[in-house]
């Protein structure tokens, strides 16, 4: 939507209207129900919606729900475009992709999703993207209406001061978890394998044979970039692997392809897209040795010496966590897993605590195992995918379970602040669609009309 169109957002004038498609038969196949400004609802969006999977919880009447959440979109998206806010394509994809993914698992395969939605692969895709695209521009319009949302200690204290200890939230089942890890062993020959298919792609590239796009949708193996022809977001340094950001930084022309390069994740080709100062946008393709079954069972072998000699007391867990562990995020913290997280400023903050579904998105086999042990308890070996989608084998210590209890004061300050920044959010949010409401030029189809809206404002 661009901001000169929206010189149609007057003074509200918001009335119900009976639609010229509704004296028409009942087999129109589309019609306008609400107009926002310059921007229509049709009919169409609804029904869409209404048989998307993910609205399949939707509390309340849907064909008044979806049309004012669509509505109040529109109020955000007009003010994205005034704000000049952006979502980029390789964003929207991977999002997408993820989303199809997830539903085609729900369903049981393509085909059923087809049937479902009664419609191809293709055209799910196509209306997914449009959608995301909006959701993800009204998110961040969203995050910048409330960037400067604070509040402090005396505040949050006010707030749960008089409340009933039944009413505080229940706090999940939260543990704490030290692991050491082993990575198979990956023989010289195949490492040679993959960087020869590597510098094979290259000489396809560099010699018009095929492109990289093409390359990277059949060969690499990174599943964020695959489907966009290995490319990715705008980047700065840090925000990549040391190894791949040095040379791919280093790259000053698109028509080149760089050399073989190693990082945490395998093994990368990198062509230069566009540079926009300090940020960059590449398309790679990833390729990973494979690991032998043999080299899995051998560091399997030799975690279990090292766990029994633990549980002798010849060392301990942290000390083999220091000296032996080959995983870098936690070598330096004596085994100790620490869980990333946005805290309620919108900073990361770090914590050693993690609930069972967030240490389950981390690695799901990881999570089964802590699920079975007690406090103190080291595991037998077992074979993982660490967050690099590398193969490797771990032994995990429960170093504390803290059971699920109702927020304290002192126990979950953190947690407590959250609350009070997300209600003060909310509040900053509706009063901000309220004054939109006044401003901005609505009509409703009058079949459409009879509904408890969320924001009663729509109907004068």
């Not at 990833?286 to 030799?302: F, G, M, S």
Request: with cysteine; proline share 4%.
């Amino acid at each position: 939507m661009k901001p000169s169109l929206m010189s149609a957002f007057l003074l509200l004038m918001c009335f119900c209207f009976q639609s010229v498609s509704a004296q028409k038969p009942n087999n129109v196949i589309d019609e306008v129900i609400w107009v926002v400004g310059d921007e229509a609802i049709l009919k169409s969006e609804v029904e869409g919606l209404r048989r998307d999977p993910s609205w399949s919880q939707i509390k309340g009447n849907p064909y008044c729900v979806i049309p004012e959440r669509l509505a109040i979109q529109k109020l955000f998206l007009h003010q994205a475009a005034i704000d000049s806010i952006e979502v980029t394509d390789a964003q929207v994809s991977s999002s997408v992709e993820e989303r199809i993914n997830e539903w085609v698992m729900t369903a049981g395969s393509k085909e059923k999703l087809e049937e479902y939605m009664s419609m191809p692969i293709s055209q799910i895709r196509e209306e997914l993207t449009d959608r995301y695209r909006d959701e993800m521009m009204v998110a961040k319009m969203r995050e910048k209406l409330t960037a400067d949302v604070k509040v402090n200690p005396a505040e949050v204290r006010r707030y749960f001061k008089d409340m009933a200890e039944d009413s505080l939230p229940l706090i999940p089942t939260q543990v704490e978890v030290e692991v050491v890890i082993l990575e198979p062993r990956i023989p010289e020959e195949e490492i040679n394998r993959v960087k020869e298919e590597l510098r094979g792609y290259a000489d396809r590239i560099t010699n018009g044979g095929m492109s990289f796009s093409t390359l990277a949708i059949l060969n690499s193996e990174d599943p964020g970039s695959k489907l966009q022809g290995g490319e990715m977001d705008y980047m700065g340094k840090a925000q990549l692997d040391p190894a791949f950001a040095n040379v791919a930084f280093a790259l000053t022309d698109p028509k080149k392809v760089s050399k073989v390069v190693e990082s945490e994740y395998g093994f990368h080709i990198i062509q230069l897209v566009d540079k926009r100062g300090d940020k960059a946008k590449f398309r790679h393709i990833l390729r990973k040795p494979k690991v032998a079954q043999a080299d899995i069972d051998a560091a399997l072998a030799r975690l279990d010496s090292i766990a029994d000699e633990i549980r002798k007391e010849k060392f301990t867990f942290e000390d083999a966590a220091t000296y032996i562990s080959q995983d870098k995020d936690t070598r330096n913290n004596r085994g100790l897993m620490t869980n990333q997280k946005i805290g309620p400023d919108g900073n990361r903050m770090q914590t050693s605590r993690f609930e069972m579904g967030e240490l389950a998105n981390n690695s799901p086999e990881l999570a089964r195992i802590v699920d079975r042990m007690e406090i103190g308890e080291i595991s037998k070996p077992f074979q993982m995918t660490n967050k690099h989608m590398k193969t490797v084998c771990a032994i995990v210590k429960l170093k504390n379970r803290i059971k699920a209890h109702r927020a304290s004061m002192s126990e979950d300050f953190q947690i407590l602040r959250e609350i009070v920044v997300n209600k003060k959010k909310e509040e900053l949010v509706n009063d901000w669609i309220r004054e939109k409401q006044k401003t901005t030029y609505v009509r409703i189809n009058e079949d459409w009309c009879d509904c408890e809206f969320e924001y009663p404002g729509w109907v004068k």
